[in-house]
């Protein structure tokens, strides 16, 4: 009986060490998490004035992906939205190009997803860099702050 016991014990702990060893040697699910439609925002605090990027991901499909780029700022208040963006995907990676609603500014860019997050970088045609969306050619990570896919406009 007690061989049993220390047997018993034994093969506990030898199943225990190996659901330890596989749960650190397993790639963790969340890196390979899938892009998420909805609300994703960057928030900047300033001197003078608070200002947002967001970008409002409404469908996400295997070689496309539907979303607009938005920006704000409280002082003075200045508020800018691109028409509905239709952009190219090739993995976690999307290439589009996009028009501000209203401004008429003009400018390409390129997406990443990335966990909970996406990467964005665009840049104006020449003569647009001075319209809201461009971001000058530096990269921004917006986080996800809502299952929400509504547009502005």
């Known amino acids: 009986m007690r061989k049993l016991r220390e047997r018993t014990r034994h093969a506990r702990r030898i199943l225990l060490t190996a659901f330890l060893l596989a749960a650190l040697i397993i790639p963790s699910t969340a890196a390979f998490a899938a892009p998420r439609t909805g609300t994703y925002e960057k928030h900047f605090v300033g001197a003078g004035a608070d200002s ?3 970008v409002v991901i409404k469908k996400i499909k295997k070689k496309k992906v539907i979303f607009q780029i938005q920006y704000a700022r409280s002082y ?3 508020e800018s939205w691109t028409e509905k ?3 190219t995907r ?12 209203g401004w008429g500014f003009t400018g390409t860019g390129v ?3 990335k966990n909970n997050a996406v ?4 840049t104006g045609t020449p003569g647009s860099d001075y319209g809201f969306i461009s971001t000058s050619g530096m990269t ?3 986080k996800r702050v ?3 896919k509504k547009f502005a406009g």
Not at 90 to 99: A, D, L, P, Q, W
Not at 119 to 122: A, G, H
């Open 90 to 101: 090739k993995g976690n990676k999307v290439t589009f190009s996009y028009r501000e609603a």
């Open 52 to 54: 947002y990027r967001t």
């Open 146 to 148: 809502s299952s929400s």
């Open 76 to 78: 003075p208040f200045r």
């Open 111 to 113: 997406m990443k997803f």
């Open 119 to 122: 990467k964005i970088k665009t």
């Open 140 to 142: 921004f990570k917006l």
């Open 85 to 87: 963006i239709k952009g």
